[in-house]
């Protein structure tokens, strides 16, 4: 049997995704051990292997097939746009993806003005307001803390992850239009999904059984 490799993007949602696959039986105890620096375990008894990788390259190793299947949030699927099935919504790290800024940038949006836009995610935003919005902007990539950049004066609006709302009413800040609802999903490489058919969907219907479960 092939070992199918599970790649888990970094960070708050590994855990609770971690949590989900054991509810399924698909466990790694190695990888539980918090000090070790091993970067992939496996779970020799069920032929599987499991790594930890940044958000953003979890679609890549799911597109080229270093890794059959791949969790990783929607707001990472949407920007870096690779060619891979998503199979499964996990419900889980549930956010927003908004255009935010101060209430006085609220009519900027409505005139189509040449407004500049900061972002960590520059192919959503370009994506929203070229192709649904149609109004021309000047996206300014930033890699965090994007909030800061109306505060002072780098760009009009930002476009950016709204979890609670609370990093933006601590900054004089509002939700101005929301772009889509966001959530871990579950991916899987398009040749894997052919050679290991029966594998895959068993444990995406798994995963769907306990995801049923929990809602209703
Ligand atoms: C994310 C996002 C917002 C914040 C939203 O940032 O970019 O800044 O969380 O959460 P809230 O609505 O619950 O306040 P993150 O903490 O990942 O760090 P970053 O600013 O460095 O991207």
């Known amino acids: 049997m092939k070992y199918i490799t599970i790649a888990l993007a970094k960070g708050r949602l590994a855990k609770k995704a971690l949590e989900m696959l054991e ?7 190695e990888m539980k ?5 091993k970067l992939i375990f496996t779970n ?11 958000a953003n390259d979890v679609p890549t190793y ?8 791949g969790v990783v949030g929607k707001d990472t ?4 746009g690779r060619k891979m099935y998503e199979v499964l919504d996990l419900n889980l790290g549930k956010c927003r993806m908004c255009v935010a800024g101060p209430a006085s940038a609220k009519e900027l949006l409505h005139h189509g003005e040449l407004i500049r836009v900061a972002t960590k995610y520059p192919n959503i ?5 070229y192709n649904k919005k149609h109004q021309t902007v000047e996206i300014i990539k930033l890699n965090g803390s994007i909030e800061l950049a109306p505060i002072v004066g780098l760009a009009e609006v ?10 933006l009413r601590e900054n004089g800040l509002e939700v101005l239009e929301e772009i889509c609802p966001l959530s871990a999903r579950v991916v899987v490489n398009q040749v894997s999904m052919k050679m290991e058919h029966e594998r895959i969907t068993k444990m995406i219907n798994d995963l769907r059984e306990v995801l049923n479960n ?3």
């Open 23 to 29: 509810q399924v039986g698909i466990t790694c105890e």
């Open 33 to 37: 051990d918090p000090n070790s620096r």
């Open 44 to 54: 020799e008894e069920l032929k599987l292997r499991f790594f930890l990788a940044k």
């Open 62 to 69: 799911v597109e080229y097939g270093a890794a059959d299947i």
């Open 77 to 80: 699927i949407l920007e870096e």
């Open 125 to 129: 935003a370009k994506d929203y307001f």
């Open 158 to 167: 930002i476009v950016d992850i709204v979890e609670t709302g609370s990093t």
């Open 214 to 216: 929990l809602i209703y």
